[in-house]
């Protein structure tokens, strides 16, 4: 009888060519698994003292980013829908980070009274903020209206944002020099804003929807970097990569176990919360991006976003309307 080795030796030179190719593709995924990974955040500094605050910060990217800035010592603010949820994520950073000053506070961006009470909660007992971080948002949704009557992915990747960022640009001049972080996404490059009907009341398509906030984020740190310029407050907006979380729960709704099972190694391939919260965390601390403002990022790095969104005349033209829209004209 052979012995161990001699069997494994055997099997090993019936089936090389199997096995080398398995080696090499094996080989290809992951290599492809750490490009698709991107950047890091290689900054090591302090938030000691400084006040972070960071909407739908109770999972996904904006929940890691949560976690990075209370390990770096910071007041960190979780700005959430479903307080339930943002109370269990903020014990879990509490514990993950040894920082026990992680505090929850109610945020629906659907709702423009409720942005409006959190930006008073905030001026009111909050003594600084140093980096506001507009990470929530919705994906691929059906037709739905916010409480107001806007277009869901409209109302709450653009104009919730929005309100509230004007809201506290006050106390963020108060803070300087201080950030504030627009998470976007690579859809913005096939958007376009709709100005003639912005709710896309006459033809609503969920694709055409995500991508024209999505480029209203790029578009509104464009504009808001240029009317800061000079307070000490910086702007920045990013793409944080493709990432396996919650987001993504309106795209494929009622795909069969069999499609599933053909997406999944796909989905394995993509980003995973931690690395999809790099960019957002680099925007928010990285000191060599201080004196930097109005830029858009993937990977850890300043990227030229789609000519749609480098329209200086369609910025201040969105900042217009905008402002029109949420009441603060």
Not at 20 to 40: C, E, P, Y
Not at 117 to 130: F, M, T, V, W
Not at 205 to 222: D, G, I, M, P, W
Not at 242 to 249: A, H, Q
Request: proline fraction near 3%; charged fraction near 25%; aromatic fraction near 6%.
């Amino acid at each position: 009888m052979q012995n161990y080795a001699e069997t494994i030796r055997d099997f090993v030179e019936r089936h090389a060519i199997g096995l080398s190719v398995a080696f090499v593709a094996g080989a290809g995924i992951l290599a492809l698994r750490r490009w698709m990974a991107g950047g890091v955040c290689r900054s090591k500094v302090r938030l000691d003292g400084k006040t972070v605050l960071i909407t739908g910060a109770n999972t996904g990217i904006g929940k890691e980013t949560a976690l990075d800035m209370a390990k770096r010592g910071a007041r960190v603010i979780l700005a959430c829908r479903d307080m339930t949820r943002a109370r269990i994520a903020a014990d879990e950073i509490r514990q993950q980070s040894g920082n026990g000053n992680v505090v929850v506070k109610k945020l629906d961006l659907s709702c423009l009274q409720s942005v409006r009470d959190l930006a008073k909660d905030i001026q009111e007992n909050e003594e600084r903020l140093d980096i506001l971080i507009n990470n929530a948002g919705i994906m691929m949704c059906p037709k739905w209206k916010t409480e107001d009557g806007f277009e869901m992915q409209f109302g709450v990747n653009h104009l919730g944002h929005f309100l509230l960022t004007n809201c506290l640009l006050d106390h963020l001049k108060k803070s300087t020099p201080s950030r504030i972080v627009i998470v976007s996404s690579l859809a913005h490059e096939q958007g376009h804003i709709h100005f003639d009907d912005i709710n896309l009341d006459k033809d609503y398509h969920r694709e055409t929807s995500y991508r024209q906030s999505k480029l209203a984020n790029v578009l509104f740190c464009r504009e808001l970097a240029s009317r800061l310029q000079g307070t000490g407050v910086t702007a920045y907006s990013l793409h944080p990569g493709v990432i396996r979380t919650e987001l993504g729960r309106h795209l494929f709704p009622t795909l069969a176990l069999w499609q599933w099972i053909i997406l999944k190694p796909f989905l394995m391939l993509i980003k995973n919360p931690y690395e999809g919260a790099q960019t957002s965390i680099y925007c928010a601390v990285d000191e060599s991006q201080a004196n930097v403002s109005g830029l858009y990022y993937s990977d850890c790095a300043p990227k030229k976003p789609a000519p749609q969104a480098l329209d200086d005349a369609a910025a201040k033209k969105l900042w217009d309307l905008s402002a029109c829209m949420v009441g603060l004209a």
